[in-house]
């Protein structure tokens, strides 16, 4: 039995990762929760079958609790990640690990240092298709890779998802279109998914530029954008981001110098010489999905070995990101503060 803590309950994926872990109940137990809101942390508490604390040192300073996830504002993340690297609790933090990279590279530091398992909740790794690509890219089958495009879109600020009075909360996660608590809007909270994608298959990122925009008014963060990005390897990419968008029928595009692969209403399609069958048509034969980002995550508390993300990884996609709106500000390209 691990026993877990939650270090901020604000995040709107909160309440799915608390539903993870009560439904292994001979597995793990949530002893404690603290939030910066304490009316927000005794509803969660409530759910949770927990109790909520004023301080989350007090958390850190139990050593019972085996291991802490962190769902509160992102500007509080390297603060919390900090002071667990401290105590040497195991850490699970939602996305984007940081605002700046400066903070993320200081998360990163604290984190391999303490020698802590360590996930980031970017779980589109764990798709079929998303392993099928990158299969297909390290073997070769679509050759030099020239460009690709990866677009993560929802109606989210079109229904007022973030308003008051959503989820569990009166407040609902209206925090999250919040510049000074959330460091970004449409485009960096989605786009932080496409970019662990579009990083994971390609490489180091050379140069960034991008365009942010605003549609509704409804808040002060952007809504929506889209950027370039130069890799080392010399392929391009584009990534399109926001809460605006009906609908998102093609997601993802790869192309290179021997083929091409990109999926339209969730079915991957694929031309290819160096693969038997793939004249263009569907591809169904396709890996077996993962679990989510956060189930590998109590998978790997119980001492199985899974693929998880590196804090120098999501470390990057900080920086990567942070480029990406000093880019928009600026109506230039920037480079990545990648150490």
Same mark, same amino acid.
């Given at each position: 039995?691990?026993?877990?803590?939650?270090?901020?309950?604000?995040h709107?994926?909160?309440?799915?990762?608390?539903?993870?872990?009560?439904?292994?109940p001979?597995?793990f137990?949530?002893?404690?929760?603290?939030?910066?809101?304490?009316?927000?942390?005794?509803?969660?508490?409530?759910h949770?079958?927990?109790?909520?604390?004023?301080?989350?040192?007090?958390?850190?300073?139990?050593?019972s609790?085996?291991?802490?996830?962190?769902?509160?504002?992102t500007?509080?993340?390297?603060?919390?990640?900090?002071?667990?690297?401290?105590?040497?609790?195991?850490?699970?933090?939602?996305?984007?690990?940081?605002?700046?990279?400066?903070?993320?590279?200081?998360?990163?530091?604290a984190?391999?240092?303490?020698?802590?398992? =360590?996930?980031?909740?970017?779980?589109?790794?764990?798709?079929?298709?998303?392993r099928?690509l990158?299969?297909?890219?390290?073997? %070769?089958?679509?050759?030099?890779?020239?460009?690709?495009?990866?677009?993560?879109?929802?109606?989210?600020?079109?229904?007022?998802?973030?308003?008051?009075?959503?989820?569990?909360?009166?407040? %609902?996660?209206?925090?999250?279109?919040?510049?000074?608590?959330a460091?970004? %809007?449409?485009?960096?909270?989605?786009?932080?998914?496409s970019?662990?994608?579009?990083?994971?298959?390609?490489?180091?990122?050379?140069?960034?530029?991008?365009?942010?925009?605003?549609?509704?008014?409804?808040?002060?963060?952007?809504?929506?954008?889209?950027?370039?990005?130069?890799?080392?390897? %010399?392929?391009?990419?584009?990534?399109?981001?926001?809460?605006?968008?009906?609908?998102?029928?093609?997601?993802?595009?790869?192309?290179?110098?021997?083929?091409?692969?990109?999926?339209?209403?969730?079915?991957? =399609?694929?031309?290819?010489?160096?693969?038997?069958?793939a004249d263009g048509?569907?591809?169904?034969?396709?890996?077996?999905?993962?679990?989510?980002?956060?189930?590998?995550?109590?998978?790997?508390?119980?001492?199985?070995?899974?693929?998880?993300i590196?804090?120098?990884?999501?470390?990057?996609?900080s920086?990567?990101?942070?480029?990406?709106y000093?880019?928009?500000?600026?109506?230039?390209?920037?480079?990545?503060?990648?150490?």
């Amino acid at each position: 039995m691990k026993t877990l803590a939650l270090l901020g309950v604000a995040h709107i994926h909160t309440p799915s990762f608390i539903q993870s872990i009560l439904d292994r109940p001979t597995q793990f137990t949530i002893k404690s929760l603290w939030d910066s809101d304490p009316a927000r942390a005794s509803i969660a508490a409530g759910h949770s079958n927990c109790i909520a604390v004023s301080d989350y040192r007090e958390i850190l300073r139990d050593e019972s609790v085996d291991a802490v996830i962190v769902c509160s504002e992102t500007n509080l993340h390297r603060e919390l990640v900090v002071a667990a690297c401290a105590t040497r609790k195991h850490l699970f933090v939602e996305k984007p690990l940081a605002i700046s990279a400066a903070d993320a590279y200081a998360m990163q530091r604290a984190i391999d240092a303490a020698g802590v398992i =360590f996930q980031i909740g970017h779980f589109m790794r764990s798709y079929p298709i998303s392993r099928q690509l990158k299969e297909w890219i390290d073997d %070769g089958a679509l050759g030099t890779i020239t460009r690709a495009r990866h677009s993560n879109v929802h109606h989210g600020a079109l229904a007022g998802w973030f308003d008051r009075g959503l989820g569990w909360y009166e407040d %609902g996660f209206h925090w999250m279109t919040e510049l000074e608590r959330a460091g970004c %809007g449409g485009f960096g909270d989605l786009g932080a998914h496409s970019l662990d994608m579009l990083m994971w298959l390609l490489g180091d990122v050379e140069r960034v530029t991008a365009q942010v925009d605003r549609l509704l008014g409804r808040y002060s963060c952007d809504e929506y954008g889209e950027g370039l990005l130069r890799f080392g390897s %010399g392929a391009i990419a584009s990534l399109a981001a926001g809460w605006v968008d009906m609908l998102n029928p093609r997601p993802v595009l790869v192309s290179g110098s021997g083929g091409i692969a990109y999926v339209d209403n969730g079915k991957l =399609f694929v031309k290819s010489d160096n693969l038997d069958g793939a004249d263009g048509g569907e591809w169904t034969d396709l890996p077996d999905a993962l679990p989510h980002a956060f189930v590998l995550f109590l998978e790997a508390l119980l001492g199985e070995s899974v693929p998880l993300i590196s804090a120098k990884e999501a470390a990057d996609r900080s920086a990567v990101m942070q480029a990406f709106y000093q880019a928009a500000n600026s109506n230039a390209w920037v480079k990545p503060q990648i150490p």
